[in-house]
């Protein structure tokens, strides 16, 4: 009987720490190669560590983040991100909710749309890059030419009768910057409207019918019904597409270069270029150190936004 | 009701928003099958007038592509497998086990959402050489093996597993490893299909990894090399779109077999996770 006790203890026991043995290699990767980063990422921003050294750096204080704010270029990259964000986040957002909403209407070949719409996401960043890139070349790319043979039928029937000048595309920074937006929501919306879409189809189809014979139109449907039916979907994709905006880098290596005169550098680039071709990791990790608390922070918010309407 | 119109007008509407989504990939596609004077033709047309492979066998000839392409397979594979295994472990351990600080773990999981690796490249290349990692390829296999969607994915769906088919295994003797192989991973195929699907596609897309990691042009994968075809002087057209569209086919492949995957897939990690 005794024994028979003792082996429920050991059993309990042993018990205890299986589930910490399945998930050890997982917390060990994560532990090493990104907690350990983001933590030692802390301690260089306050060294004049460089790429290479290895052994001990000096402690300078603030100085980096002084150095940072000062560098006009960071600031540059910085509000370029930011601008980024608060332009792509709502028209992505947008743009995914309204594609959701249409593939739950009853039309035909839904399963198509939805893989068309969705086909752009398993496309590498570095590929949308050169896609893009090369829709966009110079005056004879697919966007140029195709304005000039819509301004050379509208020329024939008389509706125009100015010449035809391309747009300079990729070497005009703002446009360049639109480009980049576009891009973005181009190869991203499919993803998040898959969620809107999951979302919408989990909401019980008596609501509409109540609705309806409590007369609702339309819109009224779509504003008490759908739209807070979506919350959850909505705070997680909001999050996701922060998440995403702030840290875009691989779509810009190839599709603009962060050019012309940096008019589409965001800061995850240049975060790159002080550390691995200035060799600054220490100002690098200080730039890394103020990325990570914008985007907590705006994460936070948009957290706190959506627990802050729960309540209401 | 709904009229007849508005579902016309509908499906109009999704019919042309396809254009926007297909017209660009197809156009890189047939691009990359015009002959030299075609692609820098001050006139171009949308197909080829005349279709030639040259492209493609002077990418393969030139370049180490064929290298790159091997590279890029290895670790898309070998990392995929590493992520089935200690994701499903992981998913196991959170869906059917109450332990002390479980709450802790899975915050821990959340927050290495919030940590992007983009941000904190360079204290990651100084842990990766640390390691003696550096330019090696198991820089890119084994790191981003641990995924937190990936977690979430088998959690998610072992949650679905009953209680007691796990402990009516104990009862006749079987030791946790022998049920988590003879009971577990079974029990989890879809969910396993699911996240090797994604997986392959991640490692396979992957830019900021070997980016960090790789240094020798031999190791290179094949999203660096193609990075690596774009420049201050311009981008060379010929090789680039070729090897773009072979950077796509295996993705195109994977997408008409799993199609219905990924959307579960992005359900499931995205909405829950």
Known sequence: MISKVLTYKKYRRKQRTIPYIFLAPNLLIFSIFIILPAMIGIIYSFTDRTLFSFDGANFIGFQNYVTVFRDPFFIKALSNTMGLAVVTVPLMFLTALGLAVLLKQPIKWLGFYRATYYWPVMISAIVVGIIWQWILAGNFGLYNVTFQSIHAFLTKIGLISTPFTPSATLSDGRFAWIAVVFAIIWSRAGYYMIIFLAALLSIPVSLYEASEIDGANKFQKFRFITYPMLKAARTTVLILMTMEVFKVYPLVVTFTGGGPFRATEFTVQYIYQVAFQHYQVGIASAMSVIMLLIVTSFSGLVFFLSKRGESQ | MISKRYVIRVQITASLIIFIFLIPVLYTIVSSFKSLSELFSTSPTFFPKEWTLNNFIHVLSTGNYLQYIG???????????????????????????????????????????????????????????????????????????????????????????????????????????????????????????????????????????????????????????????????????????????????????????????????????????
Do not use: C, H
């Open chain 2, 71 to 273: 590279n890029s397979l290895v670790v898309a594979t070998v990392s995929t497998f590493i992520a089935i295994v200690i994701n499903t472990m992981s998913g196991y351990a959170l869906a059917k086990f109450k332990f002390k600080g479980a709450t802790v773990i899975m915050i821990v999981i959340l927050s290495t959402i919030m940590l992007p690796l983009e941000i904190f490249m360079a204290p990651i290349f100084k842990v990766i050489a640390f390691f003696g990692m550096y330019d090696s390829l198991w820089a890119i296999i084994i790191p981003p093996a641990a995924t937190p969607t990936g977690i979430f994915l088998m959690r998610q769906y072992l949650l679905t597993i009953p209680d007691d088919i796990i402990d009516s295994a104990r009862i006749d003797g079987a030791s946790e490893w022998q049920i988590f192989t003879r009971i577990i991973v079974p029990n989890a195929k879809p969910a396993i299909a699911t996240l090797a699907i994604f997986s392959f596609m991640w490692r396979w897309n992957d830019y900021i990894w070997p980016l960090i990691s790789i240094f020798s042009p031999k190791k290179q994968t094949l999203q660096l090399a193609i990075a690596n075809l774009t420049g201050e002087y311009g981008t060379d057209y010929t090789s680039a779109l070729a090897i773009s569209v072979f950077s796509m086919i295996p993705m195109l492949l994977m997408f008409v077999t799993f199609q219905r995957s990924f959307v579960q897939g992005t359900v499931e990690s995205g909405m829950k996770g």
